[in-house]
Protein backbone atom coordinates (compact mmCIF):
# COMPACT_ATOMS: atom_id res chain seq x y z
CA UNK A 1 0.00 0.00 0.00
CA UNK A 2 1.23 3.46 -1.17
CA UNK A 3 0.98 6.17 1.22
CA UNK A 4 0.85 9.78 -0.29
CA UNK A 5 4.52 10.62 0.93
CA UNK A 6 6.00 7.63 -1.14
CA UNK A 7 3.89 8.69 -4.21
CA UNK A 8 5.01 12.28 -3.67
CA UNK A 9 9.01 10.89 -3.59
CA UNK A 10 8.39 8.91 -6.40
CA UNK A 11 7.54 11.69 -8.82
CA UNK A 12 10.28 12.83 -10.91
CA UNK A 13 12.80 15.30 -8.88
CA UNK A 14 11.82 18.42 -11.94
CA UNK A 15 8.02 18.02 -11.20
CA UNK A 16 8.62 18.12 -7.46
CA UNK A 17 10.32 21.20 -7.70
CA UNK A 18 8.27 23.14 -10.53
CA UNK A 19 4.79 22.14 -9.33
CA UNK A 20 3.30 22.20 -5.85
CA UNK A 21 2.94 18.61 -4.51
CA UNK A 22 -0.50 18.98 -3.49
CA UNK A 23 -1.89 21.25 -5.88
CA UNK A 24 -4.82 20.19 -7.71
CA UNK A 25 -4.72 18.81 -11.47
CA UNK A 26 -5.36 22.06 -13.23
CA UNK A 27 -2.73 24.14 -11.12
CA UNK A 28 -0.15 21.56 -11.70
CA UNK A 29 -0.99 22.16 -16.00
CA UNK A 30 -0.77 25.58 -15.27
CA UNK A 31 2.33 25.57 -13.68
CA UNK A 32 4.13 23.08 -16.15
CA UNK A 33 3.04 25.33 -19.29
CA UNK A 34 4.33 28.39 -17.64
CA UNK A 35 7.76 27.00 -16.66
CA UNK A 36 7.61 25.87 -20.27
CA UNK A 37 7.20 29.21 -21.47
CA UNK A 38 9.89 30.69 -19.30
CA UNK A 39 12.48 27.91 -20.16
CA UNK A 40 13.48 29.91 -23.73
CA UNK A 41 13.91 33.27 -22.12
CA UNK A 42 15.99 31.25 -19.29
CA UNK A 43 18.03 29.55 -21.57
CA UNK A 44 19.09 33.02 -23.59
CA UNK A 45 19.84 35.01 -20.36
CA UNK A 46 21.86 32.06 -19.39
CA UNK A 47 23.63 31.26 -22.51
CA UNK A 48 24.30 34.94 -23.39
CA UNK A 49 24.53 36.79 -19.71
CA UNK A 50 25.70 33.86 -17.56
CA UNK A 51 27.49 32.06 -19.45
CA UNK A 52 29.65 35.10 -20.71
CA UNK A 53 30.52 36.44 -16.72
CA UNK A 54 31.50 32.71 -15.83
CA UNK A 55 33.84 32.89 -19.10
CA UNK A 56 34.78 36.47 -17.94
CA UNK A 57 36.20 35.61 -14.75
CA UNK A 58 37.90 32.34 -15.53
CA UNK A 59 40.01 34.07 -18.47
CA UNK A 60 40.71 37.42 -16.00
CA UNK A 61 42.82 35.13 -14.40
CA UNK A 62 45.00 34.39 -17.17
CA UNK A 63 47.24 35.93 -19.55
CA UNK A 64 45.08 35.52 -22.57
CA UNK A 65 45.19 37.33 -25.96
CA UNK A 66 42.51 38.15 -28.50
CA UNK A 67 44.36 36.89 -31.13
CA UNK A 68 47.54 35.25 -30.43
CA UNK A 69 49.12 31.22 -31.57
CA UNK A 70 49.90 30.80 -28.06
CA UNK A 71 47.53 29.09 -25.34
CA UNK A 72 47.06 31.09 -22.35
CA UNK A 73 48.18 30.66 -18.85
CA UNK A 74 46.98 30.35 -15.43
CA UNK A 75 48.84 33.75 -13.92
CA UNK A 76 46.81 33.61 -10.63
CA UNK A 77 45.81 37.31 -9.14
CA UNK A 78 48.66 39.12 -11.70
CA UNK A 79 46.27 41.03 -13.55
CA UNK A 80 44.30 41.97 -10.59
CA UNK A 81 47.02 42.97 -8.20
CA UNK A 82 48.99 45.05 -10.98
CA UNK A 83 45.21 47.05 -11.79
CA UNK A 84 44.53 47.43 -8.34
CA UNK A 85 48.17 47.93 -6.24
CA UNK A 86 48.36 51.68 -4.70
CA UNK A 87 51.32 52.45 -2.47
CA UNK A 88 52.90 56.05 -0.68
CA UNK A 89 56.23 56.09 -0.46
CA UNK A 90 58.03 59.16 1.20
CA UNK A 91 61.66 60.64 -0.04
CA UNK A 92 64.04 62.75 1.53
CA UNK A 93 65.11 65.39 -0.31
CA UNK A 94 68.80 65.93 -2.42
CA UNK A 95 71.54 67.49 -0.12
CA UNK A 96 75.19 68.85 -0.64
CA UNK A 97 77.13 65.70 -0.15
CA UNK A 98 79.21 68.73 1.57
CA UNK A 99 77.29 71.12 3.29
CA UNK A 100 74.92 69.03 4.20
CA UNK A 101 72.58 71.63 2.96
CA UNK A 102 68.86 70.83 1.01
CA UNK A 103 69.32 71.77 -2.46
CA UNK A 104 67.15 74.41 -4.60
CA UNK A 105 66.14 74.49 -7.95
CA UNK A 106 66.26 78.17 -9.61
CA UNK A 107 62.81 78.84 -8.24
CA UNK A 108 63.83 78.09 -4.30
CA UNK A 109 62.02 74.81 -4.31
CA UNK A 110 63.20 72.00 -2.54
CA UNK A 111 64.86 69.37 -5.11
CA UNK A 112 64.05 65.42 -4.62
CA UNK A 113 65.38 62.59 -6.61
CA UNK A 114 63.48 61.56 -9.34
CA UNK A 115 61.58 58.11 -8.26
CA UNK A 116 62.79 56.26 -11.22
CA UNK A 117 66.15 56.90 -10.53
CA UNK A 118 66.00 56.45 -6.39
CA UNK A 119 64.15 53.08 -7.34
CA UNK A 120 67.14 51.96 -9.45
CA UNK A 121 69.54 52.91 -6.69
CA UNK A 122 67.85 51.29 -4.07
CA UNK A 123 67.57 47.43 -4.87
CA UNK A 124 66.29 47.24 -1.14
CA UNK A 125 62.21 48.42 -3.12
CA UNK A 126 61.86 45.58 -4.84
CA UNK A 127 58.15 46.45 -4.20
CA UNK A 128 57.76 49.70 -6.24
CA UNK A 129 59.60 48.24 -8.91
CA UNK A 130 57.61 48.61 -12.01
CA UNK A 131 54.89 51.09 -10.34
CA UNK A 132 53.48 54.76 -12.00
CA UNK A 133 53.55 57.76 -10.35
CA UNK A 134 50.43 59.33 -10.08
CA UNK A 135 50.32 62.32 -7.65
CA UNK A 136 52.46 63.99 -4.87
CA UNK A 137 52.70 66.36 -2.28
CA UNK A 138 55.09 67.67 0.00
CA UNK A 139 55.22 67.73 3.78
CA UNK A 140 57.82 69.19 5.84
CA UNK A 141 61.22 69.14 3.35
CA UNK A 142 59.74 65.44 2.80
CA UNK A 143 58.09 64.90 -0.55
CA UNK A 144 55.31 61.45 -0.34
CA UNK A 145 54.20 59.91 -3.71
CA UNK A 146 51.03 57.84 -4.69
CA UNK A 147 52.22 54.99 -6.90
CA UNK A 148 49.97 52.93 -8.67
CA UNK A 149 50.16 49.59 -10.80
CA UNK A 150 48.04 51.32 -13.60
CA UNK A 151 47.71 54.85 -13.67
CA UNK A 152 45.17 55.00 -16.66
CA UNK A 153 43.10 51.97 -15.03
CA UNK A 154 43.20 54.13 -11.56
CA UNK A 155 41.81 57.67 -13.44
CA UNK A 156 39.21 55.64 -14.94
CA UNK A 157 37.96 54.41 -11.76
CA UNK A 158 37.97 57.93 -10.03
CA UNK A 159 36.34 59.30 -12.77
CA UNK A 160 33.85 56.46 -13.25
CA UNK A 161 33.17 57.28 -9.42
CA UNK A 162 32.96 60.96 -9.92
CA UNK A 163 30.68 60.88 -12.44
CA UNK A 164 28.33 58.56 -10.97
CA UNK A 165 28.43 60.25 -7.57
CA UNK A 166 27.53 63.70 -9.62
CA UNK A 167 25.16 62.73 -11.69
CA UNK A 168 22.62 60.92 -9.37
CA UNK A 169 21.53 63.43 -7.65
CA UNK A 170 21.37 65.87 -10.78
CA UNK A 171 19.42 63.35 -13.02
CA UNK A 172 17.40 62.16 -10.16
CA UNK A 173 16.47 65.35 -8.99
CA UNK A 174 15.71 66.94 -12.39
CA UNK A 175 13.64 63.85 -13.31
CA UNK A 176 11.65 64.22 -9.67
CA UNK A 177 11.24 67.98 -10.55
CA UNK A 178 9.98 67.38 -14.23
CA UNK A 179 7.66 64.71 -12.92
CA UNK A 180 6.30 66.72 -10.08
CA UNK A 181 5.33 69.90 -12.87
CA UNK A 182 3.94 66.84 -15.06
CA UNK A 183 1.88 65.13 -12.53
CA UNK A 184 -0.98 67.91 -13.18
CA UNK A 185 -4.02 67.72 -15.54
CA UNK A 186 -3.23 70.49 -17.49
CA UNK A 187 -3.77 70.73 -21.37
CA UNK A 188 -1.47 69.83 -23.84
CA UNK A 189 0.16 67.86 -20.91
CA UNK A 190 0.94 64.85 -22.74
CA UNK A 191 2.65 66.82 -25.47
CA UNK A 192 5.06 68.30 -23.13
CA UNK A 193 5.86 64.78 -21.28
CA UNK A 194 6.64 63.75 -25.17
CA UNK A 195 8.90 66.52 -25.65
CA UNK A 196 10.98 65.63 -22.06
CA UNK A 197 11.22 61.85 -23.21
CA UNK A 198 12.14 62.44 -27.05
CA UNK A 199 15.84 62.46 -25.61
CA UNK A 200 15.29 59.09 -23.99
CA UNK A 201 14.31 57.48 -27.64
CA UNK A 202 17.52 59.07 -29.61
CA UNK A 203 20.51 56.80 -29.79
CA UNK A 204 23.29 57.45 -27.61
CA UNK A 205 25.67 57.80 -30.11
CA UNK A 206 23.64 60.70 -32.31
CA UNK A 207 23.38 62.71 -29.53
CA UNK A 208 27.08 62.54 -28.60
CA UNK A 209 27.56 63.49 -32.10
CA UNK A 210 25.45 66.33 -31.80
CA UNK A 211 26.66 67.66 -28.56
CA UNK A 212 30.41 66.99 -29.46
CA UNK A 213 29.16 70.18 -32.22
CA UNK A 214 27.55 71.91 -29.16
CA UNK A 215 31.02 71.52 -27.53
CA UNK A 216 32.76 72.67 -30.10
CA UNK A 217 35.89 75.26 -29.08
CA UNK A 218 35.68 77.36 -31.99
CA UNK A 219 32.26 77.92 -33.23
CA UNK A 220 30.37 75.73 -30.77
CA UNK A 221 26.68 76.45 -30.26
CA UNK A 222 27.42 76.98 -26.19
CA UNK A 223 29.99 79.33 -27.08
CA UNK A 224 27.71 81.41 -29.61
CA UNK A 225 25.36 81.16 -26.99
CA UNK A 226 27.32 82.50 -24.29
CA UNK A 227 29.20 84.76 -26.63
CA UNK A 228 25.84 86.40 -27.04
CA UNK A 229 24.73 86.25 -23.78
CA UNK A 230 27.96 88.02 -22.85
CA UNK A 231 27.60 91.22 -25.79
CA UNK A 232 31.01 89.52 -27.04
CA UNK A 233 32.89 89.06 -23.66
CA UNK A 234 33.10 85.87 -23.50
CA UNK A 235 36.56 83.63 -24.28
CA UNK A 236 35.56 80.78 -25.99
CA UNK A 237 36.24 77.56 -24.11
CA UNK A 238 37.00 73.58 -25.55
CA UNK A 239 34.98 72.52 -23.40
CA UNK A 240 36.09 68.58 -25.18
CA UNK A 241 40.04 69.71 -25.09
CA UNK A 242 39.90 71.29 -21.59
CA UNK A 243 40.93 68.70 -19.18
CA UNK A 244 39.18 70.55 -16.11
CA UNK A 245 35.68 71.15 -18.47
CA UNK A 246 35.32 67.58 -20.37
CA UNK A 247 34.19 65.59 -17.31
CA UNK A 248 31.67 67.95 -16.38
CA UNK A 249 30.69 68.64 -20.42
CA UNK A 250 30.02 64.50 -20.25
CA UNK A 251 27.77 64.95 -17.15
CA UNK A 252 26.02 67.63 -17.92
CA UNK A 253 25.08 66.20 -21.58
CA UNK A 254 24.89 62.74 -20.06
CA UNK A 255 21.79 64.24 -17.38
CA UNK A 256 20.10 66.07 -20.16
CA UNK A 257 20.08 62.53 -22.36
CA UNK A 258 18.55 60.57 -19.65
CA UNK A 259 16.47 62.65 -17.39
CA UNK A 260 13.11 62.06 -19.08
CA UNK A 261 13.38 57.78 -18.29
CA UNK A 262 13.76 58.81 -14.74
CA UNK A 263 10.95 61.46 -15.46
CA UNK A 264 9.18 58.31 -16.16
CA UNK A 265 9.59 56.42 -12.85
CA UNK A 266 9.16 59.69 -10.82
CA UNK A 267 5.84 60.00 -12.64
CA UNK A 268 4.31 56.49 -12.60
CA UNK A 269 5.17 56.75 -8.61
CA UNK A 270 3.58 60.22 -8.23
CA UNK A 271 0.31 58.95 -10.12
CA UNK A 272 0.22 55.58 -6.90
CA UNK A 273 -0.56 58.19 -4.19
CA UNK A 274 -3.96 58.28 -3.67
CA UNK A 275 -5.38 62.11 -3.66
CA UNK A 276 -7.03 61.74 -0.63
CA UNK A 277 -3.95 61.82 1.02
CA UNK A 278 -3.09 65.50 -0.05
CA UNK A 279 -7.03 66.13 0.39
CA UNK A 280 -6.67 65.38 4.18
CA UNK A 281 -3.12 67.34 4.06
CA UNK A 282 -4.81 70.20 2.63
CA UNK A 283 -7.76 69.94 5.25
CA UNK A 284 -5.50 70.08 7.87
CA UNK A 285 -3.28 73.13 6.80
CA UNK A 286 -0.35 71.95 5.04
CA UNK A 287 1.33 73.94 2.51
CA UNK A 288 2.46 72.72 -0.76
CA UNK A 289 6.56 72.26 0.84
CA UNK A 290 4.42 70.17 3.73
CA UNK A 291 2.80 67.90 1.46
CA UNK A 292 5.59 67.13 -0.52
CA UNK A 293 7.71 66.28 2.50
CA UNK A 294 5.28 64.04 4.31
CA UNK A 295 2.86 62.49 1.89
CA UNK A 296 4.69 62.45 -1.47
CA UNK A 297 8.39 61.83 -0.56
CA UNK A 298 7.50 58.92 1.89
CA UNK A 299 4.95 57.70 -0.94
CA UNK A 300 7.46 57.60 -3.19
CA UNK A 301 10.43 55.66 -0.74
CA UNK A 302 10.39 52.12 -3.42
CA UNK A 303 10.28 54.68 -6.34
CA UNK A 304 13.58 56.96 -4.72
CA UNK A 305 15.30 53.35 -4.37
CA UNK A 306 14.65 52.39 -7.71
CA UNK A 307 15.86 55.52 -10.06
CA UNK A 308 18.71 55.94 -7.59
CA UNK A 309 19.83 51.88 -8.38
CA UNK A 310 19.41 52.34 -12.15
CA UNK A 311 21.45 55.59 -12.33
CA UNK A 312 24.31 54.43 -10.63
CA UNK A 313 24.36 50.93 -12.61
CA UNK A 314 23.76 53.50 -15.59
CA UNK A 315 26.38 55.66 -14.44
CA UNK A 316 29.01 53.17 -13.65
CA UNK A 317 28.56 51.79 -17.59
CA UNK A 318 30.07 54.99 -18.92
CA UNK A 319 31.29 54.55 -22.67
CA UNK A 320 29.76 55.67 -25.19
CA UNK A 321 30.06 59.28 -24.66
CA UNK A 322 33.80 58.89 -24.22
CA UNK A 323 34.07 56.83 -27.42
CA UNK A 324 32.52 59.20 -29.38
CA UNK A 325 33.63 62.37 -27.83
CA UNK A 326 36.88 61.95 -26.57
CA UNK A 327 37.98 58.69 -26.65
CA UNK A 328 39.48 59.61 -22.64
CA UNK A 329 41.07 62.25 -23.31
CA UNK A 330 42.21 64.88 -23.14
CA UNK A 331 45.22 63.48 -20.52
CA UNK A 332 42.99 61.09 -19.63
CA UNK A 333 40.57 63.29 -17.85
CA UNK A 334 37.68 61.54 -19.43
CA UNK A 335 38.62 57.81 -18.97
CA UNK A 336 35.93 55.53 -17.94
CA UNK A 337 36.14 51.77 -16.33
CA UNK A 338 33.86 50.30 -19.08
CA UNK A 339 36.06 52.38 -22.27
CA UNK A 340 39.26 50.87 -20.61
CA UNK A 341 37.82 47.53 -20.52
CA UNK A 342 36.78 47.69 -24.05
CA UNK A 343 39.92 49.12 -25.32
CA UNK A 344 42.13 46.84 -23.83
CA UNK A 345 40.31 43.60 -24.32
CA UNK A 346 39.60 44.80 -28.42
CA UNK A 347 42.28 47.65 -29.71
CA UNK A 348 45.16 45.96 -27.46
CA UNK A 349 43.79 42.47 -27.80
CA UNK A 350 44.52 41.79 -23.79
CA UNK A 351 41.51 39.51 -23.09
CA UNK A 352 43.12 38.78 -19.44
CA UNK A 353 43.13 42.52 -18.51
CA UNK A 354 40.07 43.54 -19.86
CA UNK A 355 38.10 40.79 -18.50
CA UNK A 356 39.78 41.59 -15.20
CA UNK A 357 38.60 45.03 -15.55
CA UNK A 358 35.14 43.92 -16.52
CA UNK A 359 35.14 41.55 -12.86
CA UNK A 360 36.55 44.39 -10.71
CA UNK A 361 33.43 46.64 -12.28
CA UNK A 362 30.64 44.10 -11.47
CA UNK A 363 31.73 43.58 -7.91
CA UNK A 364 32.07 47.42 -7.60
CA UNK A 365 28.61 47.67 -8.82
CA UNK A 366 27.18 44.99 -6.81
CA UNK A 367 28.62 46.54 -3.62
CA UNK A 368 27.47 50.10 -4.64
CA UNK A 369 23.58 48.31 -4.99
CA UNK A 370 23.93 46.23 -2.07
CA UNK A 371 24.75 49.36 -0.04
CA UNK A 372 22.37 51.85 -1.74
CA UNK A 373 19.85 49.34 -1.03
CA UNK A 374 20.39 48.76 2.24
CA UNK A 375 20.57 52.99 3.15
CA UNK A 376 17.39 53.29 1.93
CA UNK A 377 15.63 50.40 3.48
CA UNK A 378 12.40 50.70 5.26
CA UNK A 379 13.37 51.27 8.58
CA UNK A 380 10.31 50.23 11.59
Known amino acids: MTTPHSS ?5 LWERLLVPPDAPRYQRF ?44 FVGFRNFERLLTVRTFTVDPLVDEET ?28 LDGLQEFSSWQSGDSRTYVLVGDEVFLRALINTTIFAVVIAPIQGGFALLLALMLNQAL ?18 VVV ?10 QNGLLNTILDFLTFGNFTPVDWLGNPATALPALIAMSAWQGVGFHMVIWLSGLQTIPASL ?39 GLFTQVDVMTRGGPLDATQSVV ?29 VAMVQRYVTRERD
Request: charged share 15%.
Open 100 to 127: GEILRDEDGEIEYPRLRTFVRNNPEYPE
Open 339 to 367: FQAVQRGFEKQDMGDGTAISVILFFMVLI
Open 187 to 204: PFINVFRAIYFAPVVVSM
Open 8 to 12: RQSKP
Open 278 to 316: YEAAGLDGANNWQKFRFVTWPGLRNTAVLVLIVITIQAT
Open 208 to 217: SILWRFIYDG
Open 30 to 73: DSIVGWMMAIPALFILILFLVVPFFMAFATSFTNARLVSPNAPE
